[in-house]
């Protein structure tokens, strides 16, 4: 049997439950004409030096077609001086514009692919904290590293190279139609052929591709991980599964690879006898008509010559069609990001005092399954409160929604009696900031990652603020002192020193309530303890909700809720608690024996 | 080779002694492919280059007002047609097949290469490294600096972490433009033929023009030669932008919580706006480069059909020779700039592939430190578990923990118990057989180390559980030792279409999941192997108190009548093992059970109650009569649990 079928697994098939939203075809459509719209002049001037470059391309042929003619006539004044003259100049002409057409493409696809790049960026710094923590940070990664990457080649190349080749089969199709008349039909015989096979091939093209490219990236996703889990993969002994699972996504790839070329292998005869039948049809038609004195030779030449150069902007549209195709899904995703409704709040609402107050809070993520529940709490300002429990009773939970990054579905969060989910985010957070495991320290220079925190504060406030949790003395080493490039690429740090780093952008912060969630659970016993005593510091005078998973922690708060199953259970100081014998007492005797 | 057999059952031991020798070994393997796709070349390329000789040939017909030889020249072209598209169709399936077969050997080589170095390859490559790699940041490894991390507390293996990245940017970057030179040197033979056979025939067919030709045609060859390098670089620069502003988009977006909680978007935003804006100028500026190249291309060809038509008019005045004579010429010009563009691509096929193929030759050329094949015939040792070096004694089937003030050290021992570690020194001896002489399978199998990170390779659930095991314990049973329970409801909730946990996905690393649900999942894992000796290396640092103690007494249950070395300073699993032993230095400094240790090892007390030297010294005082008294209170205990 002839022909390949695609293969059943599906590489570009979503594993992950998409987190964040796909833009609507509507969406996407208002984005491009948007996007069109803003570049308009840039857009006319492409399309402007783009004709002349394909008019001055037409003249060659229309003055052979001439001098054809002429000779065949056996006209003894040629004139050849002159046609000559007239075809460099022509030459000079398109060369130049071409030239133009290059460039001016080349810079019209890029300010529409730094647009595209900078929009995404400005809308996702915007997303609501709730949405962010709801959705992770994954899907948005793998967007703004994939999909972008993906869209590069569209914006870079195909857009232009689809309006130069469009426009450039229309010309000389025009130019044909002007300089042999009756020729043009002939180009036309071809046209139901390409229809048909373009339909076809464009029908499968599109998804083929996508999951060829998906599936070849999976081939450098499992060596990068067997790469990256090279301790346990060799502990485990999995050094021959690792093989085995590249050579099944190998084979996976180059199954889908098999099926694209199938489809090339249906398209390309198609496009090679389409062009043949042009050619020939001009040919055989016009012979025809020449001999029935309907037309002279030089227009046949002048229409042989065009039909042949109608390869170039042909094929030039096929090439880049079905990558444009590509780009639409990863468009949409793109463009996806901007139905989010950043909550704007009501920036009237200021707090007046620093109480923090749950009142009856109720809190679900999904419809129906509450993780919080009547949950009451009154925080003083300038106490430490710790929330113990066991993992999944919903302290985290609580904690962001005292931290303003979720709304109660029931009750209310209060801060200085103003609701804090009613607030905008950045009021929030110049009074409460909540501090997780996630100490990211971004590429750049140690001042831009304090800086960030407070964009105006001098070098002598950053020193301060890394003097106040100790990480001054490594600092000061540094070799480009502030200026010294960390994260990905540059200075690694360790852990510890990540988190001395965000310590000190609270610093620089300064709110004055603080919510930590696990702040130093992922570091080692020796760091903890030393950056203990730093946090204590940064913690002084403020009023501090804590997460508390290490039950020393729990021990030097003034306050201790134990939330189990999304209520508190036992709310009071360590000795009430221990003198009560609760859950919390059994735990505290274990730990310290 | 067809498509449909890949992979290959052995993709063979490659030439890796230098990037050209590896290039020459691939091609010399799929010779029969090259000849095929040189074939087909010919084929297309020849009726291709023989269409001019057609329209000339109806052109002087028509002038000569002969219907039939009209017609002759109709059929001739539906000849070339058919050679045109069957020779562009196979010539194209050829190439595509020795493109994806080059490609897929290199990245099994690469496989192979990666599962056997393991271990030795690297601790952790960063993760916006990774990204910025697989989304085609040609990153040069050996460019200083900004390639190399640099690592402000330790020496850790640096060059090896370095040819971690190397393997995955080989694979990424590399492994594409490798098979494109590999492909790209029959089709541009083929075309090189051609373009020989067609002026040595323009030649014969019409001396005069035909030589015009010949010698015009290898001057626009080679004409760009000279501008591509430029070029090139220029797109790199391009290419090296584009790579650093990625990386800044997706660390923006990997540390947004921190941005959104404390602020610095716009700080951020202002940034990425220069790098972006960066990288269009760069990629303008490398578009002016090529848009001069087209301009080129468009000029060199035409001046020679200029002067093609000048002095073909010319001959045709003075009736030398014919007006279907001079339209095949001008034709045959106008097409053969198709094959002449096979000069460039072979130039820039090489010129890029060439640093490709030196590094996939230098990282396949990487080799283990230790030799893993051993010294000793492959057994699975059984008994105590001792390390001269510190003295450490774990017996058979007791649990063991120790407490270590330095987590380095810590580190470093726990990949010493499991034999052929990364530093010199005498062996661990299991059952008195050093684990270093043992192959390395054989001592992996005997020994199973969990280290500080371990890694949650991406899968579904039960693929991340299925690693080679005793078969003794049920993965249910691991899952509940390690209180999975709250894990498995996350990864079935985060999943598409996941009614069971066991199919629902686990991505990259585990990055959907928190610290502790990571390390939960990584210990089920390791309790599921069932290794004679287990060695964890602080499995709950990220587990919270309540969780952490149900998990000492699930892991104690399970891994009963094993022998299991868990490091750690948590008192909820200090206080469940068997012995307890305080390494201080490099030596054991103490043994004993928890409680006895910390009422009489103030050294001990330091570490695990986190409470400093001075903070000890004052309590001690306290201790002797709160040790009294708990004392007092555990006999009570033990009474009352007697008497029930």
Known sequence: ?593 | MQIQDLPYSDPGVPDARSGPRFLWWLGRNQLGGQTKSLAWGLLHFMSVSAQPFCVGFAVQAVVDRSGTRLALAGALMALLGAGIAIGDTFLHRAAVTNWITAAARVQQLLARKAAQLGSALTRRVAAGEVVAVSTGEDEQPDKPAKGKRKRADSGDTAEMRLSAGAITMVSTGDVEKIGWFVEAVSRFTAAALTIVLVCVGLAVYQPALGLVVAVGLPALALAVLPLLPRATRRADFQREKAGYATELASDTVAGLRVLRGIGGEELFLDRYRRASQEVRRAAVHSARMWSLISAIQVLLPGLLLVAVVWYGVHLAGEGRITVGELVTVYSSVMVLTYPLRHFEEIAMAYSFSRPSAQRAARVLSLERATDADGSRPAETPAGDLYDPATGLLAPAGRLTAVVCGDPDAAGRLAERLGGHPTEDGPSVLLGGVPLDELPLDSARSAVLVQDKDPVLLSGTLRELLDVPASGDVAAPDALGAAQCGDVLDALVQGSVDAEDPMDARITERGRSLSGGQRQRLALARSLITDPHVLVLDEPTSAVDSHTEARIATGVRELRAGRTTVVFTSSPLLLDRADRVVLVHEGEVAAVGVHRELLHEDRRYRAVVTRETEEEVALRDEDVAIDGVLKELEEKELEEIEETA
């Open chain 1, 1 to 593: 049997m002839i022909g390949v079928a695609p293969p059943a697994y599906d590489p570009a098939a979503p594993t992950t439950a998409n987190t964040l939203p796909v833009g609507a075809p509507s969406t996407v459509r208002a984005y491009v004409r948007e996007l069109l719209q803003r570049h308009r002049r840039a857009f006319v001037l492409l399309v402007a030096v783009n004709t002349a470059a394909t008019v001055a391309s037409m003249v060659g042929p229309w003055l052979l077609g001439d001098l054809v003619e002429r000779v065949s006539d056996g006209a003894h004044e040629l004139h050849l001086g002159f046609t000559v003259t007239v075809f460099v100049l022509a030459l000079v002409v398109q060369a130049a514009f071409v030239r133009q057409v290059r460039l001016r493409g080349a810079m019209l696809g890029e300010r529409m692919l730094a647009d595209l790049r900078e929009d995404f960026l400005v809308r996702s710094v915007r997303l609501p904290p709730g949405v962010l923590e709801r959705a992770g940070t994954g899907d948005l990664l793998s967007r703004i590293t994939t999909d972008i990457d993906r869209l590069a080649n569209a914006m870079r190349e195909a857009v232009p190279q689809l309006t130069i080749g469009v426009m450039w089969a229309g010309l000389l199709l025009g130019g044909l139609v002007v300089m042999a008349p009756p020729l043009a039909p002939a180009v036309l015989v071809a046209v139901p052929l390409l229809v048909a096979g373009c339909r076809w091939y464009f029908k499968r093209a599109g998804a083929g591709y996508r999951s060829e490219a998906a599936g070849y990236a999976a081939v450098a996703a499992a060596l990068a991980e067997t790469v990256d889990a090279g301790r346990t993969v060799e502990a485990h002994r999995l050094g021959d599964r690792r093989v085995e699972l590249s050579e099944l996504r190998i084979r996976q790839w180059t199954a889908w690879e098999r099926y694209t070329l199938w489809l090339r292998s249906v398209l390309f005869p198609v496009i090679n006898v389409v062009h043949v039948t042009v050619l020939g049809s001009v040919l055989m038609l016009g012979g025809v008509f020449v001999l029935q004195g309907w037309i002279g030779v030089g227009q046949l030449t002048t229409g042989a010559l065009l039909a042949q150069m109608l390869v170039d902007p042909v094929n030039l549209i096929l090439r880049w069609y079905d990558e444009l195709q590509v780009a639409q899904v990863s468009l949409a995703r793109l463009v996806g990001v901007r139905d989010i409704e950043p909550d704007a709040g009501d920036a009237t609402l200021t707090p007046e005092g620093r109480e923090v107050l749950a009142e009856r809070v109720h809190f679900g993520y999904r419809e129906g399954v509450d993780v919080l529940r009547k949950v009451s709490l009154e925080v003083a300002p300038g106490t430490r409160l710790a929330l113990v429990g066991p993992s999944g009773a919903g302290k985290s939970t609580l904690g962001r929604l005292l931290a303003g990054i979720y709304a109660p579905r029931a009750g209310r969060v209060a801060l200085g009696g103003a609701e804090l989910s009613r607030m905008p985010a950045e009021r929030v957070r110049s009074h409460v900031a909540l501090v997780n495991q996630e100490h990211h320290v971004f590429v750049g220079s140690l001042r831009d990652n304090l800086r960030l925190a407070c964009g105006d504060a001098e070098d002598a406030e950053l020193w301060a603020a890394l003097g106040a949790v100790d990480a001054d003395e490594w600092a000061r080493v540094l070799d480009d002192g502030l200026d010294t490039d960390v994260g990905s690429g540059g200075l690694a740090l360790t852990p510890a020193q990540a988190q001395q780093i965000a310590l000190a952008r609270l610093v620089l912060a300064d709110p004055h309530t603080l919510v930590l969630d696990e702040a130093t659970s992922l570091l080692d016993p020796r760091a903890a303890r030393h950056l203990e005593r730093s946090l204590a510091r940064v913690l002084d005078g403020r009023t501090v909700v804590a997460i508390a998973h290490r039950l020393h922690t729990a021990h030097d708060a003034d306050v201790i809720a134990v939330v189990e199953n999304g209520r508190i259970t036992e709310l009071g100081s360590h000795d009430d608690l221990v003198a009560a014998d609760g859950a919390y007492a059994a735990l505290w005797r274990s730990w310290h024996g």
